[in-house]
């Protein structure tokens, strides 16, 4: 790169004043080309614009209406002096492009490290073409060459369609050359940043097989498709007919077919692949047509829809709800009376283990009251991903078809968790007991979590499983036992802290395992896993607090019921309890004594808690459970409970700050590991709504704002604004506390209450409480051409 060029690479904060090139061509005014070029010139990036085109007319126009500088139908005429050529034409005539630009450079129009890109579809071919023009027995490839792609179209084609927006919110693909020069390359990355989009890097060959899956195979159908319909006789009546689908899918058949003609034969290669392989499915789904195989013609296509909604997530590894804007947040003003009878949506542990043990048994399970939350279907779509034919969830149904507990199949792409724990821990469980490599990814904030606590116990099986950094988080990679050359062995394994999810994680890998696989725990934690290995028919010892399974057994598949989740009916709980004149009752919540420890330490907070029509549904406990207006009273929370209402504290933070007295919590460093540190956010937010509560390493002291007695009649909290830290239990938390407050609460972050509760705002204010959610804009683009 010349000093003179080099002048030209401009840092973020100059750009404002001083163009990115002092002179931009453009070859090719179609969509493409005139869009770029009608963006450069309203951000300014470039002090000249010229372009290059056979039609006269469009530059004749582009220059009457100050788009470009100057134009002409010939390279040579256009080109003096420019810093930057883009390549914006079929790919097939590029070739003659690359040798007008070389006879350029020969002759001094243009220096020989001025910059070179282009626009093209494939890239391959575009770098073959630039290497036999420019790297001859004397001259090596140009320094400035960088070929790239934007995914970005529209329907319509030529001058008239651009749009200086047509690139915002899109990716482009940059092939990053070892002859290309630093510099080169941070410049056309900048220069595509300012037009608003998003830079990537990648392999040439692997853009080209890529695109040709989710581009050119997409187009190339849709051609076939609209010629098939056309050639019939009575094509007429069928365009008139067909229905949104077909004028979706068929849409981008109105693309230019020159360029796609070009595009499918410089692609061949990939092309033919990606259509011999879409040939072979299509094959495939005949053969379940023509023979009845409606389960797995259903499997085909519900994994089809769920892996259709699921793509963005897959790929970015994201969140399914995008916590990276804080796109949602609840503005709440004071409410004081709760009063009716509500149902509560499914708990989400049993709705986690419903999915794996329906899986993994033999025959079908159906389940009912399944919750449709983020982090269950996580799990869901996990299992679709491993070759599970799953029917719904349609309002909490599911119809699973088991593989047996050696059908699973290996994911093609890395299991993407969300923001669920429970699934990533004690997905490893079992997978690290298949045959098959496996790769477990969550969003960002799981991503933080600790994996090792369940890593190395299953290490300890003969597990061979990698977790990342030195903090052992995920993403999780874990090696298949045909790999590892023998399978997993019972182990005795003494927990150090109690924790359902590694107990659950080791019991599942111990259904394959070699012996006896063997958990104590120091406290009791909640037995979900072994009350369901138990009802899909497989044997667990329970002695206290040891439990054990035998490796090499077998599931039954079942009927499934899950209960209302008395986690979720916490907030609603605490909400009467701290409210004026309030009662609520909350139909048929699951009371395993082993998540009982809500109700336990309300009533020793002296909160009126009355449980009515007990009965178990599912092996499950139940009951109806109502709440009255309590004037609570400040404890000390007993350890062994702490384990049995881990999930709750938050809620209980809160209900303890309306109390009479001091409240105190011990043994509860597990808070500090989930979704977030709970102890101090809640800390965090608490004294910023105005209680008096201090942080210890295991736990809180707070002291309760009732200091008169009073009946629930006066405000406990100022009002504020609460940072959630996209947690969904610290977000419903502080919804409970505004039925206290004595201004409005705003709460940031709160998106993430899909993952356990969705509904939760149209819940509570149906029974009295004034919450109001606003979401953020969410913007779209349009699809590759």
């Not at 050119?216 to 008139?240: G, I, K, T, W, Y």
């Not at 023998?486 to 182990?491: A, D, F, H, Y």
């Not at 607090?545 to 008395?566: C, F, K, M, Y």
Request: some cysteine.
């Amino acid at each position: 790169m010349s000093p003179q060029n080099n002048n030209l690479y401009l840092n973020p904060s100059q750009t404002s004043t001083q163009p990115l090139f002092k002179q931009v061509c453009v070859v090719g005014l179609g969509l493409i080309g005139a869009s770029l070029a009608q963006a450069i010139k309203d951000k300014g990036l470039s002090a000249r614009i010229v372009a290059v085109d056979r039609h006269i007319p469009s530059i004749d126009e582009a220059i009457e209406q100050g788009l470009l500088d100057k134009g002409s139908d010939t390279l040579l005429d256009a080109v003096a002096g420019s810093d930057l050529i883009v390549v914006a034409i079929p790919v097939q005539a590029v070739p003659a492009i690359f040798a007008d630009i070389k006879a350029a450079m020969d002759i001094g129009l243009i220096a020989t490290d001025c910059m070179i890109t282009d626009v093209c579809s494939t890239k391959v071919n575009i770098i073959e073409a630039a290497t036999q023009v420019f790297a001859t027995s004397s001259n090596d490839m140009p320094t400035g060459f960088v070929p790239a792609h934007p995914i970005a179209g529209a329907e319509n084609s030529g001058y008239h369609a651009r749009r200086s927006d047509l690139f915002s919110h899109h990716s482009v693909i940059i092939c990053e050359l070892m002859t290309t020069d630093a510099i080169a390359i941070a410049r056309l990355k900048q220069l595509w940043e300012a037009v608003g989009a998003s830079v990537m890097s990648m392999d040439a060959e692997r853009h080209d097989k890529i695109l040709a899956h989710t581009s050119h195979l997409p187009h190339l159908l849709a051609f076939n498709l609209v010629e098939q319909l056309a050639s019939h006789d009575d094509n007429l009546d069928m365009f008139r007919y067909a229905a949104g689908g077909f004028r979706d899918f068929t849409r981008i058949a109105a693309s230019d077919p020159k360029m796609w003609h070009d595009i499918f034969n410089a692609n061949k290669g990939a092309v033919v692949s990606a259509l011999d392989e879409y040939s072979d499915y299509l094959q495939q789904l005949r053969h379940l047509i023509i023979n009845n195989d409606s389960t797995a013609l259903m499997g085909l296509l519900g994994r089809a829809q769920a892996a259709r909604r699921h793509f963005d997530h897959m790929l970015a590894s994201t969140p399914y709800t995008d916590t990276s804007a804080m796109s949602a947040s609840y503005i709440i003003s004071p409410s004081q009376t709760l009063t009716g009878t509500i149902a509560i949506p499914g708990d989400k542990s049993i709705s986690h283990r419903s999915i794996m043990l329906g899986s993994l048994a033999t025959g079908v399970t159906k389940v009912t009251g399944f919750l449709e939350g983020e982090d269950a279907l996580a799990t869901l779509q996990a299992f679709r991903d491993m070759g599970v034919t799953i029917e719904g969830p349609d309002k909490g149904e599911l119809t699973i078809h088991g593989v047996g507990m050696q059908g699973l199949k290996p994911s093609k792409t890395p299991l993407y968790m969300g923001n669920s724990g429970t699934s990533m821990r004690l997905l490893s469980g079992i997978l690290a007991a298949q045959k098959f490599d496996s790769v477990l990814i969550g969003d960002t904030s799981l991503n933080k979590r600790p994996m090792e606590r369940i890593a190395a116990p299953l290490r300890q099986m003969g597990a061979v499983i990698q977790s990342t950094g030195t903090s052992g988080t995920a993403p999780l990679s874990i090696t298949g036992r045909d790999k590892a050359g023998t399978p997993l062995e019972g182990i005795h394994y003494d927990m150090p802290v109690a924790s359902a999810q590694v107990k659950s994680c080791l019991l599942l890998a111990g259904l394959w395992a070699d012996g006896t696989t063997t958990v104590t725990q120091p406290e009791i934690s909640r037995d979900h896993t072994e009350r369901m290995l138990s009802a899909f028919g497989y044997p667990v010892v329970v002695e206290g607090n040891r439990i054990s399974v035998e490796g090499g057994g077998q599931l039954t598949g079942g009927d499934i019921a899950v209960p209302a989740d008395i986690s979720s009916a916490a907030f609603f709980m605490v909400a009467a309890a701290i409210s004026k004149d309030s009662e609520l009752t909350l139909s048929q919540v699951g009371i395993n004594p082993t998540r009982t420890g809500i109700i336990d330490i309300l009533k020793l907070m002296q909160a009126d808690i009355t449980l009515s029509n007990e009965t178990h549904i599912g092996g499950e406990p139940v009951a109806d459970i109502t709440i009255r207006s309590s004037n609570l009273q400040g404890i000390n929370i007993p350890e062994h409970l702490v384990p049995l209402a881990i999930d709750e504290f938050p809620v209980l933070f809160v209900a303890a700050s309306c109390a009479q007295g001091r409240t105190v919590l011990t043994g509860a460093k597990e808070l500090r590991v989930k979704e977030s540190d709970r102890i101090a956010v809640m800390a965090e937010g608490l004294q910023a709504l105005g209680v008096n509560c201090t942080v210890t390493d295991d736990g809180m002291i707070i002291e309760g704002q009732n200091v008169d007695g009073h009946n629930n009649d006066k405000a406990v909290f100022g009002g504020g604004h609460i940072v959630s830290h996209h947690d969904h239990r610290i977000a419903m938390s502080f919804a409970v506390a505004s039925l206290r407050a004595s201004e409005q609460i705003t709460i940031e972050g709160v998106e993430t209450v899909n993952t356990s509760f969705p509904g939760f705002a149209e819940l509570a204010t149906q029974i009295g409480m004034n919450i109001e959610v606003q979401s953020g804009a969410v913007q779209s683009g349009d699809d590759n051409a």
